[in-house]
């Protein structure tokens, strides 16, 4: 090949290969126009959003069904207890799945890989399934319609577990017998040595079950009947359910619950992207 | 602590390990957590499903009729809309499953074979992820509305546009024919991106050396895919399939935003049914059968398919 015609074939554009952009393009915008198209009908009036023809950026810029959402309808409350039980339940379930996963992985004891299996086991019973003995289990602990009957089932998860006693196993043996031999204590080495050496596994896990819990509906839909403690999941769909339909004020509802967790999204996707790949993910 | 130095094996399983009284502690611990957690969250209730399912359970009742095999029967063998509702789950399966596997690994193979933008694209199509599922289904159902709902807005607009007669209203969630498919389209736009990050994750670990190989020997790039990618994708493609015929099976909210199982029954699927049932109309017991019911197809068919794909899927792995 002599060099003229290298750069020829060089410069030439593959039609290929702009084919392939282009349904790639496509493609992302068909995925991120609902997105989008809720973001911009947020700021909307009523009227504007059932017009036709539709227009995609708002003509006249309001903020009235943003408002009318937070307040009137209390999305706002329903926004702090999401927030509430999310955040308490997150970083709790992260730390009990480190702490039995180490224990899964870096101690011996009887019975250890049979438990295991029955822990494993439990992830494939279908969630709804236990749905009606769990409510008896909050009716008789007495914890219907409070927060701890969201927070504390969620403090335990097989899935958690079985991903740390993964990732532990990169936690060497001889830097904890290191440790042990200058005296440090069991605990101490969980905490200042095993946990300083996963912090990927540890977000990656942690951004999993932020999105489980701040997505759950099922459960806090059976378990919650006082509309001061709903979560923004139920807040939505029995607004959705029983009022008489107000898109504006919907969709301004479901922005409300979408808008933090796609800014922290695109904050930390490469992150976030990693972890899950890493992590093979459920769901 | 006794009971659980019994409980620890003998030392010399682990020869590299120091025997220090602290681990005792942390292993009790753990043992009580987990057994706390497991005993009350899940093989109480999982014992208890079971047993209820053969009483006529109403828990506002003191004492419960036991009936046998009344309920499973009541299900299989009376209850016709047991038999729809599970018709519809399983229309939700499997355009969930085969048209999400499918077009996911094509974008899979497409996002892997550019050089720019492969950052933007994987955003992108994962965004849908991390929206939240109740959020998102009532966007959709704003999108689908038949009036004003931007996808019959558009197609009037285009209509209008090219001077061709209006077109009619197309009931997306509220025509029977129509309804369930809207839901298997929203369910792949909304799973998309889970299952093209793992898709993605498993061409990556593909060696580079095998296609050069291969080109080496003369294979195309048909050949190369259908005897290199597919083979060597065939775990990260089980896991994708095994999981998402589980999860779709079990899918609760885009029908109860969406359609609330109409229109006439169409988008009913079991778990709605058992929903409605057991907390709409308080039948714990039929509830309960139900629940085993589905429990019992879902590892048939998790255990048929791990056999048929004959893959080295490690739970979860």
């Known amino acids: 090949m002599t060099a003229a015609t290298a750069r020829r074939s060089r410069l030439r554009i593959d039609p290929r290969a702009v084919l392939l952009y282009l349904l790639l393009f496509i493609g992302a915008f068909a995925m991120l126009f609902p997105v989008l198209w809720m973001g911009m009908s947020t700021f909307k009036a009523e009227a504007e959003i059932s017009q036709y023809p539709p227009s995609f950026l708002p003509k006249t810029f309001t903020m009235e069904p943003l408002i009318a959402a937070w307040t009137k309808i209390k999305f706002g409350r329903y926004f702090m207890n999401s927030l509430l039980v999310t955040g308490v339940a997150t970083p709790l379930s992260v730390l009990t799945s480190a702490y039995l996963g180490f224990v899964w992985n870096k101690y011996d004891f009887r019975f250890k890989e049979p438990m295991f299996y029955v822990i494993i086991a439990t992830m494939m019973i279908p969630g709804p399934m236990l749905l009606i003995p769990h409510y008896q289990v909050v009716l008789w602990a007495n914890l219907l319609n409070t927060y701890a009957s969201i927070i504390v089932p969620a403090v335990v998860t097989p899935y958690g577990i079985f991903l740390m006693r993964q990732f532990m196993h990169s936690v060497p043996n001889e830097l904890l017998d290191a440790g042990r031999i200058d005296g440090a204590s069991e605990p101490r080495l969980f905490v200042f040595v095993a946990l300083p050496l996963v912090p990927s596994s540890l977000a990656a896990l942690g951004i999993i079950q932020f999105l489980a819990n701040w997505d759950n509906l099922l459960w806090p839909l059976v378990v919650l009947t006082n509309t001061a403690k709903y979560t923004l999941a139920v807040g939505l769909a029995t607004f959705a359910a029983e009022y008489e339909r107000n898109f504006a004020v919907q969709n301004a509802g479901a922005f409300i619950a979408v808008f933090p967790v796609v800014i922290a999204f695109l904050l930390f996707q490469r992150q976030i992207i990693r972890g899950i790949a890493l992590t093979g993910l459920k769901g | ?317």
């Open chain 2, 1 to 317: 602590m006794a009971l659980f130095e019994r409980l620890r094996r003998p030392q010399a399983t682990s020869p590299h390990r120091i025997r220090l009284a602290g681990q005792n502690a942390m292993i009790a611990g753990a043992i009580v957590l987990a057994a706390a957690y497991f005993l009350i969250w899940t093989v109480f209730p999982f014992i208890y499903t079971f047993i209820y399912s053969f009483f006529d359970w109403q828990p506002l009742r003191p004492t419960q009729e036991f009936l046998g095999l009344d309920n499973y029967a009541e299900a299989l063998f009376q209850d016709q809309r047991f038999w729809l509702a599970m018709g519809n789950s399983f229309e939700f399966a499997f355009g969930n499953v085969v048209l999400g596997t499918v077009i996911c690994l094509l974008v899979a193979v497409m996002i892997n074979s550019v050089k720019r933008f492969q950052a933007f694209f994987r955003a992108s199509y994962f965004m849908p992820t991390v929206t939240g599922m109740v959020a998102v289904a009532l966007v959709w159902e704003f999108i689908y509305q038949p009036r004003f709902g931007i996808l019959n807005t558009s197609i009037f607009a285009t209509a209008d546009f090219l001077n061709l007669p209006p077109p009619p209203e197309i009931g997306w969630l509220t025509r029977p024919q129509h309804a369930m498919n809207s839901l298997i389209l929203f369910g792949f736009w909304k799973f998309l991106g889970v299952r093209m990050i793992i898709l993605l994750a498993g061409l990556q670990n593909i060696p580079q050396t095998y296609y050069e190989a291969a080109q080496i020997d003369g294979a195309g790039a048909r050949a190369s895919f259908f005897r290199i990618t597919l083979p060597l994708l065939m775990p990260a493609l089980s896991f994708v399939v095994v999981v998402g015929v589980i999860n779709s099976l079990q899918a609760f909210v885009p029908m109860y935003v969406m359609t609330s199982g109409g229109p006439l029954f169409s988008t009913t699927t079991v778990v709605l049914l058992l929903y409605e049932k057991t907390f709409q109309l308080f039948r714990f017991g039929y509830g309960a059968a139900i629940s085993f019911i589905l429990f019992a197809i879902i590892m048939l068919m998790t255990f048929v398919q791990l056999r048929f794909l004959r893959s080295s899927w490690d739970v979860g792995a």
